[in-house]
């Protein structure tokens, strides 16, 4: 079985009730519910939440709440690794086999199908642990400059000052979207940021975290723009 597993508690304090406010036309959350619906990989797709309203929208358009997420792992100190183990238990003990999990994050408009597809034949073909979306950095990190104590800069690597950016080695960065793994690294709590993982690359227009009200409206403005 191939369980996608949206993680969205009622508790969100920098964008209060962000999984279920409208974007687009339609709560957050249901941009992720469709997105994995149209990937048509996955055998169970399922919202784990503490709240009644989340969990109430979250089956309108389409998902399962076959659990309500107990308040100690619903809380700010709680990992989504912590969620993970614990839906990947509940399936243990309803007798679902699990091949592998997909957590896809809820308020995730710019999330396309075909990368969920990707990402799970990636996992597969590089016979890896945990597989998920990256982003190059627009710029290389190794020039990155920090502010000082006294108000001047200063590079964080000084040494590479005046090495051409074509000899620097490309970095990236989570896009934070969806991590595929398989069970047994997530229930071992192996971290997803290690040598288990290998990556698929998205476009840099498509990394769009949204954490506060100003990434929210740049965000409506990239949707309205890209697909509206």
């Not at 989340?54 to 989504?80: C, L, N, W």
């Not at 399936?91 to 699990?98: I, L, P, Y």
């Not at 690597?157 to 997530?186: I, M």
Request: aromatic content about 10%; charged content about 25%.
């Amino acid at each position: 079985m191939k369980i996608a597993m949206i993680p969205a508690r009622g508790g969100s304090k920098r964008i209060p009730r962000k999984n279920i406010r409208p974007f687009a036309g339609k709560p957050a959350i249901a941009h992720a519910i469709d997105a994995a619906k149209d990937a048509g990989i996955f055998d169970l797709i399922l919202v784990s939440t503490d709240d009644a309203e989340i969990a109430k929208v979250a089956e309108q358009y389409g998902a399962a709440v076959p659990f309500m997420r107990p308040a100690e792992i619903s809380d700010d100190h709680a990992t989504t690794l912590d969620v993970i183990k614990h839906t990947l238990e509940w399936a243990e003990s309803n007798g679902h086999k699990t091949e592998a999990l997909c957590c896809i994050y809820p308020v995730n408009p710019f999330l396309e199908a075909s990368d969920l597809k990707k990402g799970y034949e990636t996992l597969l073909q590089e016979d890896a642990g945990y597989c998920f979306p990256v982003v190059e950095f627009p710029s290389p990190i190794q020039r990155a400059l920090k502010i000082r104590g006294d108000s001047r800069l200063e590079m964080f690597n000084p040494e590479l000052s005046q090495t051409r950016t074509q000899d620097l080695q490309p970095a990236f960065h989570d896009v934070g979207q969806f991590y595929w793994g398989r069970p047994e690294v997530f229930l071992e709590m192996v971290p997803i940021f290690s040598d288990q993982a290998t990556p698929i690359r998205i476009p840099s227009w498509r990394a769009v975290d949204i954490d506060t009200e100003e990434d929210w409206q740049r965000a409506e403005l990239i949707y309205k723009a890209l697909y509206q």
